[in-house]
């Protein structure tokens, strides 16, 4: 079945010629006959799918061979698109991540910054608690930008946080 497939993308199996080194498969799966065609991703052998038949004693005609081959492809086309769709799906949450995080520290920038405040005080307000806000200005940050780069610059503003979110812990 691989090798055929592999080969022309097609098997066809009627009724009373199952090929000797399929009949132990169609037997335990009571297949009288099948079409099995490839499905390929970017023009690559993805798997394939069978039309079984284990009550019709079938001989395939062309027409009907073309018209499920026709269904492989369309099934081809939905495994390429899903694909697609993930990998946007992905570039689309790195961009975003580029977009509204600090590259070398991860921390939130302003927009995002600022949409985590303001939920953070609704979300208080709805429990009917105190909201915290805590702005520290990190004097010489600049000249450890200037000296380090920017990475070690930003693992000291991620340093920093990582305290004060932990002193916010415990009080």
Known sequence: IYVALQDTGVLLVDDGEIPENCKEEFEAEGLLSSAIFAVYQYGDHYGFVCFDDCVIERRWDADTAQFLKVIANLLSNVVMNLQSAQYAAGY????????????????????????????????????????????????????????????KAGLVVKAVADEVGKMLEEM
């Open 92 to 151: 689309e949450n790195k961009i975003r991540s580029l977009a509204f995080r600090d590259y070398a520290t991860g921390l939130p920038n302003q927009y995002p910054y600022e949409s985590d405040l303001s939920d953070a005080v609704i979300e208080a307000q709805t429990a009917g608690v105190l909201a915290h806000a805590v702005s520290i200005c990190l004097d010489g940050l600049d000249a450890i930008r200037n000296v380090h780069g920017m990475i």
